[in-house]
């Protein structure tokens, strides 16, 4: 795997980590009222579009014509099949802490279907397969579909922030439908089907990277002074800042050294991401009586909560049916990626 690619999907996994961390140490002792807490939330948000951009990035990399045989099949054993453990293991976990008011069978049937818990990414992940179909086989010219697509989100957006009541009371479905992140399959898409040119055209302005970081920051703080305040994925400002953080990393990315702990966190992000949500709601609470102030809390669950996650994924990693549980932890590197990273 090329090292930034490696060093993106850390970035964002712990992102993600991290904002849960805030999520669980708010639920358990109360959020702080300065509105730059939920703000830094806010921010935090990016990293789940990021994980969605780059699993294109690496797809229009890989697979920039067509799909190749047995394409579907790994990836239901590797990332569905964990996808419906995970759905069962949080109406699980959900019934565990509080049997009185779950239906476990219908929160089981609501996970898998509707990606009412953590893992509803997947099934974005799994469109954004569908559609790259689509533009592969039909050859649907890319600059048509990037307006198209961002027009697109901005309208599902806009039908999100008004007043339908079957939306308001169905706002969770509502997240799943390509259509809320297609502008993000379109520029991943570019991204990743010209790579080898991209990266370097990163490399060579690195420095206005950052700055295009800076700007979407600065963006997402204007939206929420205006009244965005929901904190989600959700965001129309959030495009901008996934799409700007992604190309700051490809770019400085290529100038770090190949650490073995970013490798290993990153063959472990995906089950990461889904274990430590539910670790985190089951002990949360009790971590946090152990320390004082919500900062000390927060950085306590979180590397709490990310050390036992990988434990966890170690060890199920070891059972005959441990990929179909965590995913695919002993991902090998292809002759074309070493080709492509070394001419990078």
């Not at 669980?24 to 990293?47: N, V």
């Amino acid at each position: 795997m090329i090292k930034e690619w490696n060093l993106l999907r850390v970035i964002a996994c712990l992102s993600i980590v991290f904002l849960h961390s805030t999520s669980q140490i708010g639920i358990a002792t109360g959020f702080p009222k300065t509105e730059y807490y939920q703000l830094l939330r806010t921010i935090l948000c990016y990293a789940t579009p990021t994980f969605i951009v780059l699993s294109e990035i690496i797809l229009a990399n890989r697979y920039p014509n067509k799909l190749p045989e047995k394409f579907w099949t790994k990836r239901l054993k590797w990332i569905f099949a964990p996808y419906v453990s995970f759905a069962i293991i949080d109406a699980l976990v959900s019934y565990k802490l509080s049997p009185s008011t779950i239906d476990l069978k219908q929160m089981i049937l609501n996970n898998i279907f509707l990606g009412q818990f953590e893992g509803y990414f997947i099934l974005i992940i799994f469109q954004f397969y569908v559609l790259h179909y689509f533009v592969t086989k039909y050859r649907i010219p890319i600059n048509v579909l990037i307006p198209v697509s961002i027009l697109l989100m901005i309208f599902h957006f806009k039908i999100l922030d008004g007043n339908i009541a079957f939306v308001k009371e169905n706002m969770g479905i509502f997240k799943i439908p390509f259509t809320a992140w297609f502008g993000y399959f379109t520029i991943a898409y570019v991204i990743g089907k010209h790579y080898k040119k991209v990266s370097a055209l990163l490399y060579k302005h690195k420095w206005l990277t950052l700055v295009g970081v800076i700007v979407s920051l600065f963006g997402v703080f204007v939206f929420f002074k205006a009244g965005y305040t929901g904190v989600g994925s959700r965001r129309i400002d959030l495009l901008p800042l996934s799409i700007a953080v992604s190309a700051a990393v490809i770019a400085w990315g290529q100038r770090i050294r190949n650490f073995k702990i970013i490798n290993i966190i990153s063959n472990y992000s995906f089950g990461i991401y889904l274990i430590h949500w539910q670790i985190q709601r089951y002990f949360g609470s009790d971590i946090a009586q152990y320390f004082e102030g919500t900062f000390t809390r927060v950085i306590a669950l979180f590397f709490i909560s990310l050390v036992v996650s990988m434990a966890i994924i170690k060890i199920v990693s070891m059972l005959p049916f441990g990929s179909y549980v965590i995913g695919n932890v002993k991902r090998k590197q292809s002759s074309k990626l070493k080709t492509l990273r070394t001419a990078a």
